[in-house]
């Protein structure tokens, strides 16, 4: 692609931030950009690129223009460049010890580093996971799932590019080298991973794909969440934008494992023995060896449960608790403690740990409670089958790489156990490689329009309005 | 806090490769690995944890310990490989809430044990032809950047994410008072704005802008680290071999045990004593004074050194030179970290001084390869080295040092170094007890201090004329009144003075503020041109101890104080 004038850049660019006015963001931009198309080419989803399919896109922040519906071509998507509109008088510092002071439209120059490393570390998260997802449209169980699959491809390139506006807008000639880093790194790369875990776990088949946007992009909403308290406006309101998108996506994660489950108990009535394997479906033990495996990688990516970055961060502004301004009083959170089970001597022991170094804890604690929600809507649905199977959460100690728990083993209970017990057991509580060959064995592709793979129940409804055999990709 | 943590904990400074906690060594012909593996839970003192491959004082005693036997255990190794067994992190540097929770006295030590440790990877690397090479296979922050810049090689894994940083000044609010400074603009000679911008960005620089910067020597990716590694350390084990056959002929070098000290303690409420083979330490909490005695070599020990360089290694590390220094060595670190309280050393040899004149010229015989082709010849040198960073720890030491030349005392050769390093020398000047002085070939270059003069040229840096002079002697056995002529004691006395002037010289010495005498004895120690080894000790360290105790360091609201608490840091605004 040549370089673009302008006024194609801007009418390319749908942007509430006055892209057409400001030379430098557009010159930054114009660099960038074909570079970013070379990495979806590459990186993102493979083989689909000339397929219309009915994505939405936002074109303004406006009740009517966040959401427009049309047949695209996913490398003609209109990535956009979006700040939520937000009254004056409530862009205030919402937290840490300049609570209450008028928030800052530029990068304060103490907090410039940790503000690029937040930013970064955020923005290496959305390819990543386009990354992770590139070939799953080759086995998707209906054109509703593959339509919901590029949608959430789309987005994430398009929070990455949220991102990169703030890293180019604001970080001058660092913010443009970390932006090209973006789309350097690779996830799963032994040589230039993603900078977090989770995003280099392979995700080979749909199964984890739903679990993916149920567990992992929920811990990316919580992110957001914290960083749309920030006292770094720009921030603040980039992230408000992203929210919206990623609610999306969680209802695809949701919705997508509800739907596998509401299936598995269909078949395992169906079967004579009650086996759902025996009916080409997903049975339930390797559901929870799922949601074991998911739901705890995500919660590394909280950080460690004792941090000296997170009290930093809140004490300084630049990333509050989830609600701050809603759920508490008081800002400056300098006092208080934590409650946290720390291993010390082969038991654990409760220790109180101050509070702004426990915020990681404080904000994976609402994100377990929004998980339980919808475990129990799932249960609730396995109930409406008449299915006596329950799923669980397993203990936020289990299977852990990251923080006080990392090193040690526990049960799914939160129970400290011997290596032994652990390896004579992990089969039973992970995913092992023979799952995976399994799942890859029942996923083959359903294209015809209103048609659904056997593993997974069809959705309640469709996009938009629209009837399940709408031709949601037109291939 | 602190003050109370850091007193409890007597300190031993003798390790032994099965006793290691943290590190792992691995060898393979010409090239060693030195992994890294802290023990998180294995701290010297309790309160905190050793997360990251972060060190305390028991980390780097081992490390100094390996370092050491490396030379001595294993001359055979060419390139000492120095990686990290933590998936994460190289090194996180000194750990914070350590040094957070110490008293000033114990980061003061702290400080100053690791930077001989990094002096001590640079002189194997200058001096025994063991290059040691930085393999920084994760974030490599603070004293694990220093700990690299005293490799003579550094590179760092390309993954995106491994970074070299000194977050010291941004997040700590102290300095990368472990050489960091220093050796970025003195020993790798980048350009000072530049070292300016790295010094203060807390998150480092990563990846090919390391390179050009010169923080680093290369990046790898991660899939190619490791041959890479190896494959470096192969070509630079094959230079450094070169360099030594050319001097040595190819006899395959082996390796000489270091066994344990043997150490006699004794002691009641206020005096303790730690008797060796050939010093001895003896502290009064009472009086703050304490006395070193050194006994020079025998008959028996000139007679096997006169043998030449196989006897030497055949006796190992019973040869008198290594024995009477290393527990000179343990003294001082004993004296240095478990006994703050003493004031005044007063240093007292006893040897023949016509016989540790021989000693010195039969041992730098010995030494030398041209006379002794094919032999082993690189242990004795390696005995010399290692004196002389025995030497130069006393330099190092902040006590003051009193060479008290009494009846019966002996200055030669070796041991007059102790009295060069010394600031004062009293003499006895008594024709019926005569205490003779005298210097060998060892005085003029062998055991030179930090800055890389011998004490001779630094004791006379004014008087060339007397240098010349006593040049002339060199060799001569020399008494009491002449060594005064000669400009080499404080003080001569005879033997109506003696008792009472040394008397009151030692009470007026304790009687003085040990703050001001340690920077007065800091600063007189060392005339002449300063090198980075010791900008490191006088500069860096100076300045790094005097933010140490600075409110906004270490008072209520300083950044090491509140560093990994809820609460940021509040500075006085006010430059000083």
Redesign the interface.
Known sequence: MTASTSVDLNAKIPNNVGLADDTKLRRALEQWLPNYLEWWNDMGPSDFADKPVYLRTATSVSTDGWAHYDHVRMPDYRWGIFLNPREASTSQIRCG?DAGKPAWTEVPGEFR??LR?IIVTQADTEPASVEQQRLLGHMAPSLYDMRNLFQVNVEEGRHLWAMVYLLHKHFGRDGRDEAD?LL??RSGD????R?LGAFNQPCDHWLSFFAFAMFTDRDGKFQLAALAESGFDPLARTTEFMLTEEAHHLFVGQTGMQRIIQRSAQLQKLDPNGDVRAQGGIDFDLIQRTINYWFTYSLDLFGGEVS?NA??FF??GLKGRYREMKKYDDHK??GGTYRLPHVEGGVLVDKDI????ALNALLRDEYVADCEKALRKWNKALEAEGCSVRLTLPSTRFHRHQGIYAGHLFNPAGELISEQEFEANKHRWLLVPEDNDYLISIMKPVYEPGKFANWIAPPARGIEGQPAEFEYVRL | MGDGAAQTVQVEFEKDPSSYKHWRVEYDGGIAKVIMDVDPDGGLVPGYELKLNSYDLGVDIELADIVRRMRFEHPEVRTVLLSSGNDRAFCAGANITMLGQSSHAWKVNFCKFTNETRCELEDATHNSAQIYVAACNGTTAGGGYELALACKEIYLQ????SAVSLPEV?LLGVLPGTGGLTRLVDKRKIRRDLADVFST???GVRGSKAVKWNLVDGVF????FDAKLQARAAELAAEATAQINAQDGDTPRQGVALGRLQIELSGDGTTTSRQYTCVKLECDTNTRIATLKVRGPSEADLALVREGPAAIHAAGDSVWALRAYRELDDALLQLRVNHIGIGLVLVEVECDVARTIAYDQALLDAGDPAKHPGSQAWFTREIVFFMARTLRRMDLTSRSFFAIGAAGTGWGGNLLELALASDRFYLLDDPDSPVQVGASEINWGPLAMSHGHHRLAVRFIGEPDQLEALRGMNGEVLGAEQADEAGLVTMLLDDIDWDDDTRVAIEERVSLSPDALTGMEANLRFPGPENCDSKIFARLTAWQNWIFIRPNATGPEGALTL??????PRFDWERV
């Open positions: 010890d580093n940790s490393r880093e350097n790194r032994v040589d230039k991973p900078i000296n009290a930093d004490g300084s959170a300098i101050p509070l702004r170094n | 390309d993954d995106g994410n941004p960005t807390a998150e990716p991660r899939s190619k560093y990994g608490r809820p609460e940021r």
